[in-house]
């Protein structure tokens, strides 16, 4: 199942942000990743969220509700490169079939 393979790599590669598209959703809930030492988040809580993102334990993120949805997840990271700190955005974007 790619939902383990995933979790193996990433146990693996602790500093890896993982962009997800059609997680495994079990109840309607998001299912397989909660033994990583990280953060989930999904752009819903309400219906099964057709993408996710994964975040590792030390990494700080905040989501931003206006452009979360089923099919979006976003969140902003704060890295530092160099000698200063960069605020960036990673998404992660269902295009359902038809829809483009």
Sequence with gaps: MATTVLCRRLDKMQNTI????EPWIVKSRIAGLSNL???VVSGTTIESP???IYIPGN???VLP??????DVTAVNVKCNI???VEQ???A???LPQGAH
């Design 82 to 84: 160099g000698r200063g």
């Design 59 to 61: 990494i700080k993120a």
């Design 65 to 70: 509700p206006q452009v979360s949805s089923r």
């Design 18 to 21: 993982a962009i997800i598209q």
């Design 50 to 52: 057709r993408t996710c």
């Design 37 to 39: 030492n990280g953060t």
């Design 88 to 90: 960036l955005v990673i």
């Design 92 to 94: 992660s974007v269902y």
